[in-house]
């Protein structure tokens, strides 16, 4: 039984400005930008890859000066790339691009899809991403997104073919193009239409050309815009709106300028008729599109000639009327967006500030929620607050708003047991290779949840009923950044997870776990841990315990110990009581530029047996992007210090058996160059460095200068084939043999690729000590190279060893250890 508590209290202060996920106020100049958006019913939907993909500089252009209504479909979060501000791999980097994309949006004004398809990593050509995807799935998802969203036009970013530059983008150009035809097929993906679409046949298909790097693929026969114009309403160009957008990619370490001046877009046709002067050529995007619809532009024009920037509210009675007028009309996809533009439109001139929050930042299945309904009124429009509705209970209030008046509403409703967690649609399933198994099909496309709870505001305005829709969100004032907002967060009743990913026996030896386990509720409960692990590993421990707690943290340890047959395995936990099964845990990834991300993994862990020798003892550590190897190196035995500018001393240095650089490091830190000279008299008298891959030559504007001898690194250089064969170049040097023989066994279980970046143009002092290659390409010598100077040694190391480490494979803890026994 659901239980509500209301209070009812009327307050005179004023509600600040929010620092994050605001909810919506609008100007005057914002209001009429958006009635002279009501007058246009075109749309453009932009298609790629990943994010980052999307034309920035398009987006604005279309969706604030044309008035489009304007979306990007990424059909990847960006889950295999790196990540430039933290440590989070895969499915968290993907999560944090997924909110950079949002914020963009923001900006831009356009909306956000994705495919269900994960991005696995680089690939050389789009036969692989089809193939790995599974491209009939992701082609459903494409004409899903089509015939829901209804596009006039729709643009690629990218050919289908070796120009893209990426196996990915390519394959979206190829999707795309075969959507643009499958979405008007009604025997094409013929189940989706029990779900409320029906088949659709955009006007026509272009390729959005470009000039990147040393590839021009524009020419002046092509449809030419220039989008860099001005507008007075915001105050900006659309240049500089793109350059705002482009910035918040900042895991991928796109900060870009604001743009002014001219910037011509260029466009040729991939199917359906080509226009001859405009994207929209012979396209009805006015209101005669829809029945009746001349009336209702005449209206709306009227509104506008007459809108008073000072006034807005003399707008709302004319716009109750025209909502009336539509809401009127057939059913229609336009129908739809339009009415709820013009509701929008109305709550903005009627000066309506509305809300639902709470001092939570989280609650728990089956707990308590407390939450503040609030509503002001901030000018003299006809309001009348009727009812405030949420989780089927209704508080009657007829209450007449006063101007600036706060209505703030108190209650408190119980969280069903089985309310939803909080958990991303597309991380509920276990995953699928090479894409995200989501089994709803109306969530497709979304890039995100819906909030967890919503507050209905039942209000009259001028005489006519609405309902305001508001997620409950956590409101909170930090004394550095003021108020904030945050998505509210549904807690299991209780979880459980290892307090390591992984948990490494070296050489037989027995490794201790720990599993951290609490409740999240206050409610004694009687619980039980399994655990599932391969039989080659022995628990000294009973995999099973019994106990009970309330709302505490508890703590579950046991050792394990590998025979003569273990090989590594992913240990299991899960938590039962007698109201169901708890495996997973709560994690947060927190950075100031997006909302807060919660996510709930599976409690698992891997138990690693690696056979191992170490030699060397104090490591000195350089943290790179995205980089958790360090984590593995105090695992492994090592002393490590983690490094920074001020330690680069010669006098300092001199106390490490190795420095190790994280990755991409050297394009992060232009200290690194600065203080070669340091750096290259710590290997002369006797060091140890070791480079992990970089991503290009230069640091911002400056060459990076990383090795004794010159090399470059080639960022085209890559092995993406994770099992591609090895080949030992020389095969008696010491660092494939001591202390430990690396073997081709050691290149087992790899994932997502081999190298990335390695080095090319390398001068003959260098030995390099590995061959690979993806299939059907010439051979690569530079991802393992190594020289003696003076009385130390330099190694470039491109292997994937930042991905290998966490994933607990055992032959990347060997090769680590031989990198760092260099000299020895």
């Known amino acids: 039984m659901k239980k509500i508590i209301f209070s009812l209290l009327l307050l005179t202060t004023a509600i600040a400005q929010a620092f994050t996920q605001v909810p919506p106020t609008y100007s005057s100049a914002d209001i009429l930008m958006q009635l002279k958006k009501l007058q246009v019913l075109g749309s453009v939907l932009y298609i790629a890859a990943h994010p980052d993909d999307e034309n920035n500089g398009l987006l604005p252009f279309f969706a604030k000066d044309k008035l489009y209504r304007t979306a990007y479909l990424s059909l990847t979060r960006g889950d295999g790339g790196q990540n430039l501000i933290g440590s989070e791999q895969g499915v968290e980097l993907g999560m944090i691009r997924t909110q950079e994309l949002l914020a963009a949006r923001r900006i831009d004004g356009a909306e956000q899809y994705f495919s269900t398809a994960y991005e696995f990593g680089f690939s050389k050509n789009p036969q692989e991403a089809l193939r790995i995807w599974n491209k009939d799935k992701i082609l459903s998802d494409v004409v899903w997104v089509i015939r829901k969203y209804q596009p006039d036009v729709i643009i690629t970013r990218f050919p289908g073919d070796a120009r893209a530059g990426h196996g990915h983008h390519s394959a979206s150009s190829l999707l795309a193009n075969e959507a643009f035809k499958a979405a008007a097929d009604p025997t094409k993906f013929p189940e989706q239409f029990k779900y409320g679409v029906s088949t659709w046949q955009a006007k026509r298909i272009l390729w ?136 929008d439109i109305i709550e903005a001139c009627s000066g309506l500030y509305v809300e639902a929050t709470t001092a939570q930042n989280s609650v728990a299945q089956g707990d308590v929620l407390k939450l503040t309904s609030f509503l ?53 399933n276990p995953q699928l290779q090479g894409s995200f198994d989501v089994r709803d099909q109306t969530l497709i496309g979304k890039a995100e949840n819906d909030a967890a709870f919503e507050v209905n505001f039942s209000v009259m305005i001028e005489g006519v009923p609405f309902t305001i829709k508001r997620p409950i969100m956590y409101k909170v004032v930090d004394p550095a950044k003021g108020e904030l907002y945050q998505p509210l967060v549904i807690l299991p009743k209780m979880e459980l997870n290892y307090v390591k990913d992984n948990f490494v026996s070296l050489n037989g030896k027995p490794v201790a776990t720990q ?203 890559r092995v993406t084939e994770e099992d591609a064969k090895v080949n030992y170049l020389l095969p008696q040097h010491a660092l494939l043999n001591y202390p430990n023989i690396i073997t081709e066994k050691d290149f087992d279980g790899w994932i997502q690729e081999r190298s990335t970046y390695q080095a090319e143009q390398i001068d003959s002092h260098y030995e390099a000590l590995l061959g690979m290659n993806d299939t059907g390409e010439k051979q690569g010598n530079g991802s393992l190279i190594t020289t003696k100077f003076g009385k130390g040694n330099f190694t470039y190391v491109s292997l994937v060893l930042f991905r290998q480490l966490p994933a607990g494979v055992p032959g990347a803890y060997r090769i680590m250890a031989n990198l760092i026994a260099q000299g020895k």
């Open 208 to 343: 959005n050309t470009f000039n990147f790097g040393n590839t021009n693929t524009t020419s002046e026969d092509q449809l030419k815009i220039d989008v860099g114009g001005y507008n007075n309403l915001l105050g900006k160009s659309y240049g500089e709106l793109g350059g705002e957008a482009r910035s918040m990619h900042k895991s991928q370490g796109e900060g870009r300028p604001r743009r002014r001046g001219q910037i011509f877009e260029y466009f040729t046709t991939t199917g359906g008729t080509a226009p001859k002067t405009d994207l929209m050529d012979d396209i009805d995007i006015s209101w005669g599109r829809i029945t009746g619809g001349d009336v209702i532009a005449a209206k709306i024009q009227h509104i506008i000639s007459t809108y008073n920037i000072e006034k807005p509210e003399l707008s709302v009675k004319p716009l109750v009327q025209i909502y009336q007028t539509i809401k009127s009309l057939p059913e229609s996809n336009w129908r739809n967006k339009k009415l709820q533009e013009v509701q």
């Open 376 to 428: 002001n009124k901030r000018n003299t429009t006809n309001v009348v607050l009727e009812k405030i509705n949420t989780k089927g209970v209704d508080t009657s209030l007829n209450l007449s708003v006063g101007l600036n008046v706060n209505v703030q509403l108190n209650s408190s409703i119980m969280v069903p047991a089985n309310q939803k967690i909080s958990q991303p649609y597309w991380l509920e």
């Open 515 to 717: 599993i951290h386990f609490k409740s999240n509720v206050k409610d004694s409960t009687l619980y039980r841990i399994q655990q599932n692990y391969s039989n080659n590993w022995k628990y000294s421990a009973s995999n099973i315990t019994y106990g009970t707690f309330n709302n505490v943290e508890n703590y579950w340890a046991g050792t394990f110990t590998p025979n003569t047959k273990a090989t590594n395995t992913t240990e299991v936990a899960s938590l039962s009581t007698n109201d169901g099964t708890y495996d997973g845990y709560t994690k947060t990834i927190s950075y100031d530029h997006i909302p807060t991300i919660t996510y709930f993994p599976k409690a698992k862990t891997n138990l690693v047996n690696v056979d191992i020798k170490i030699v060397g003892k104090k490591v000195g550590y350089i943290i790179g992007a995205g980089d958790k190897v360090a984590e593995a190196l105090v695992q492994m035995g090592y002393e490590v210090s983690f490094l920074n500018e001020n330690d680069l001393t010669e006098d300092k240095l001199k106390q490490y058996d190795a420095i190790v650089t994280g990755v991409r490091a050297y394009n992060l830190y232009e200290y690194l160059t600065n203080k070669y000279d340091v750096l290259m008299n710590y290997v002369k008298n006797g060091g140890n460095l070791i480079v992990q891959y970089a991503k290009s030559n230069t640091v911002g504007s400056k060459n990076i200068k990383m090795g004794p001898y010159p090399f470059i690194v080639n960022a085209g250089s």
